[in-house]
């Protein structure tokens, strides 16, 4: 039997980013917090797409997330990061655990435009609400940890350092998740539901748990987003938002739980560096990324790395 | 016909199923016995296929009731009647095809244990399989053993071949701990040469297992060598109900069933 290495690359990506976080510059530690968040909704999105399902709606929790951690802020005074990002998961897991007895009964194409529906749902009423800034939106409360506000310049490595934390706490778990009797089922459910369900198992079941944790960790990386933004706003459950966690996910694969953040860390550097060499056809670099990726690597970026690992292993 | 109604573990009665105009199955009346190997024979829509889908819920009959254990299960969902133990195998294997060998067997294992409650997020150490009271991989690593599928265990099911696809289908109906098994043409698409051994196999299988067997089969060679008791449909109905040796005879069963296979061969 393999060895599993997988929390042991976590934890040293932890460890790396945690130690060489401190001497990266100021905005190279806010896109790799913006990355790190992103990841975290990638993750969620990870075991949903191994059971054969797209969601093109994840910008809905991911949004409802911010604007529960930005409220917590506003209405309690709460400026605490981690009760934010507890505020925004559980707006996203209760949502999602509502929605998740409807969309559960849906599969394929079904599935993937009501998750996209609900999102612009939000976005309507949220474009429509004047009390909470309408298009314009609002600005979030500076953030405390354990009740200190960070000086000046410790901000933004708090920030990363907090993003780091919780990402591998999630990544852990998730990979945990993955290796449960329930988790096991999720490519079988991909496969063949009609045999799962005749050896005893419920599909249904199994997204819905699965539809909720991603929602959890799209709530909490959105309230993460909106404190280290310091500003949130109606797009953030757009569609394009929604198409973002898809192309990341794409690009990065579902091999692991490390894959998601890898996605999301390449998916921030092509961005950033297509939109500074050509800021009005980043896109085409962007589309053009994914095309090789889905060509060469049709299982994404990380079946380079597995490839390797089991080569060791 | 059968003995004590304590001995009986399915008793289906006054099943009726039709598809808009066509009727496959007429006022079917069955009990089945513990224990029993029971060969269900006709010809292609007979109604044979139609009898173990309600039995295990893939359809419901538009009337009658089938009792197994002397509990109704006519409405209740696969999975649910998987639970109380009726499992099956399928005509064309129903395997997780990206999956290898080993995983189809454990993802199987694993509905069986989360059913069970066991294996749950926080548990520590790998899952006890229930009523085995073993590892997972222990278990998964014994009934392929039993299959003889050791050797194919790191291979994706998609590129078996389909004597070995056949085995792992019926191999994985038994990680439920089934006390009825129902075969869906357990030797359909195997070569002539690997059919007896395959249906040896399988019968140790199931009597170590101790469930009760109802098989489809086209084989009346098949037939009469590993059942007990043969029902024999055509057009939607029961026609024959009689040990082997009387059905495979019965001038009905000749004329519907086996007349062309016994005229030809």
């Known amino acids: ?313 | 016909m059968a003995g004590a109604s304590n001995q009986l573990i399915l008793e289906a009665t006054g099943l009726n199923k039709s598809f808009g105009a066509v009727t496959a199955a007429r006022d079917i009346n069955i009990s089945i016995e513990r224990d029993s190997f029971v060969g269900l024979i006709g010809t292609n829509g007979a109604g044979k296929t139609t009898f173990i889908n309600m039995v295990t819920g893939y359809l419901k009959p538009d009337t009658g009731t089938i009792v197994y254990d002397g509990r109704d299960i006519t409405q209740l969902q696969p999975r649910d009647i998987t639970h109380l133990g009726i499992c099956r195998s399928f005509q064309i294997p129903q395997l997780y095809n990206s999956l290898t060998v080993f995983e189809n067997m454990m993802i199987g294992l694993a509905v069986v244990v989360h059913r069970a409650g066991r294996g749950g997020f926080f548990s520590r150490g790998e899952p006890v399989v229930p009523g085995r009271e073993k590892p997972l991989h222990a278990v998964a690593e014994e009934i392929l053993a039993s299959f003889e599928l050791t050797s194919y265990r790191g291979r994706s099911a998609q590129v078996l071949p389909g004597g070995v696809r056949k085995l792992l289908d019926i191999a994985m109906t038994l990680v439920a701990a089934p006390k009825i098994l129902l075969l869906d043409e357990p030797t359909s698409g195997v070569s002539a040469e690997e059919k007896f051994g395959i249906m040896e196999m399988v019968m140790k299988a199931v009597r170590d297992a101790g469930a009760t067997v109802l098989f489809v089969e086209h084989d009346m060679e098949v037939v009469s060598r590993f059942s007990q008791r043969v029902i024999a449909f055509a057009d939607g109905r029961v026609i024959c109900d009689a040990p082997p040796e009387v059905a495979l005879v019965d001038p009905e069963v000749l004329r519907y069933v086996v007349g062309g296979h016994r005229a030809q061969g």
Request: proline content about 4%.
């Open chain 1, 1 to 313: 039997m393999t060895r599993d290495r997988t929390p042991l690359i976590l934890l040293a990506t932890l460890a790396v980013i945690l130690v060489g976080g401190f001497f990266l510059p100021q905005w190279a530690k806010f896109l790799l917090t913006i990355a790190l968040a992103k990841g975290l909704v990638v993750l969620g999105l990870l075991p949903l797409m191994r059971t054969g399902l797209v969601s093109f709606g994840h910008a809905l929790y991911y949004c409802l997330g911010a604007y529960a951690g930005g409220a917590v802020g506003i209405v309690f005074g709460i400026s605490d990061l981690l009760l934010m990002m507890l505020a925004g998961g559980i707006a996203g897991g209760l949502l999602s655990l509502l929605l998740g007895f409807l969309l559960a009964r849906y599969r394929g194409i079904f599935f993937g435009l009501l998750s996209l529906a609900f999102s612009m749902i939000l976005y309507g009423l949220l474009v429509k609400s004047e009390s909470l800034g309408s298009t314009d939106g609002f600005n979030i409360v500076p953030f405390t940890l354990f009740g200190v506000r960070p000086d000046g310049e410790w901000v933004r490595y708090t920030m990363l350092a907090v993003a780091a934390v919780v990402c591998t706490l999630a990544g852990l778990g998730v990979h945990r998740y993955l290796g449960t009797p329930l988790g096991l089922m999720a490519p079988a459910i991909r496969d063949n539901e009609i045999r799962v369900e005749y050896m005893g198992g419920s599909a249904r079941y199994a997204i819905h748990v699965i539809y909720v944790i991603g929602a959890t960790l799209a709530g909490m990386a959105g309230a993460l987003v909106g404190a280290a933004v310091g500003h949130i706003d109606p797009e953030m459950s757009y569609w394009t938002q929604s198409g973002e966690f898809v192309f990341i996910a794409i690009l990065a694969g579902t091999g692991s739980v490390v894959a998601p953040f890898l996605g999301s860390i390449i998916f921030g550097v092509i961005h950033s560096v297509a939109f500074d060499l050509s800021p009005n056809t980043w896109q085409l670099v962007l589309g053009t990324s994914l095309l090789l990726i889905i060509l060469f690597l049709p299982t994404g970026l990380w079946s380079l790395f597995g490839r390797r690992l089991r080569a060791r292993g």
